[in-house]
């Protein structure tokens, strides 16, 4: 398998897109993948292959002249991705609500909360093209010919407020400061984060106590008082929540395969 990530070239993009990332394999055979919730949000284009989707996993199956667009914006549940021949996967991934500036609603069409198949014609040539640098700038024309301002400036703002906060900012204190009803912030929560206020919040917190992990040298207690865990209970409760694993479990794996953190999954 080979993994290769590139930030944007355009300084536009820089502001919107954290990747492009590829990911092909010429084995047939079995291969899975775990994508555990993050606030950044998912293209993944999977070439000449159809994608089904049951509560927990995706199994991607080879069937040429065929691609499958899923956006990927859950915030609550893991995933695994079971690939049963050889693939090649293109995804782009999102800043939050980086992903409004480019596209309409009604290109999405919802599978289930957090999962939208996407009917983009444009998309689904990339897979035509052969080489990596030529798909990269296919990519990049595209996305500059694409960008509208989703003029969600206060949506941004509150979104930066919580990762500000990291997470532990209250309803009541976001109405204040910004101006907005709590119907106002829950709805447009719903609308453009296909999330609740709550969930994102929660999703910021598994992916801040993952980041942290390394940088406190290991140590729970550290990462449960910096991002305001009650206690170790509500830690563990919390992260197995999200990924299915104990945090000792899930971030002892991290530490021994620190790549991964680049990513969204681990390999089995």
Not at 247 to 253: A, E, I, S
């Amino acid at each position: 398998m080979i993994i290769q990530e590139f930030q944007p070239i355009s300084d536009l993009l820089k502001k919107h897109i954290k990747s492009f990332y590829f990911m092909k394999s010429t084995d047939n055979k079995k291969t899975e993948f775990v994508y555990y919730p993050h606030f950044i949000e998912t293209i993944n284009i999977f070439s000449n292959s159809i994608v089904k989707i049951n509560d927990h996993t995706f199994c991607v199956k080879k069937r040429k002249n065929s691609n499958s667009i899923i956006l990927t914006a859950t915030k609550t549940k893991f995933r695994t991705a079971i690939v049963k021949d050889e693939y090649d996967i293109i995804g782009i991934q999102f800043f939050p609500l980086a992903i409004n500036n480019f596209f309409d609603k009604n290109t999405f069409s919802k599978i289930e909360n957090g999962l939208y198949n996407i009917n983009y014609q444009d998309l689904s040539r990339i897979t035509l093209i052969g080489s990596i640098e030529d798909r990269i700038n296919e990519l990049e024309l595209l996305f500059i010919k694409i960008f509208k301002n989703g003029q969600l400036d206060l949506l941004n703002s509150i979104i930066q407020l919580i990762h500000t906060t990291k997470g532990n900012i209250k309803m009541n204190d976001l109405e204040n400061q910004i101006g907005l009803s709590r119907r106002t912030i829950l709805r447009q929560f719903k609308k453009y984060l296909h999330c609740s206020f709550e969930e994102y919040k929660n999703t910021l917190r598994f992916r801040l106590a993952i980041e942290n992990w390394s940088s406190q040298n290991q140590n729970t207690s550290n990462i449960i008082g910096d991002i305001a865990y009650y206690d170790q209970s509500d830690f563990i409760n919390h992260f197995k929540a999200l990924s299915g694993e104990s945090p000792k479990k899930l971030l002892n794996r991290i530490t021994n395969n620190p790549e991964s953190l680049k990513y969204f999954w681990k390999v089995k």
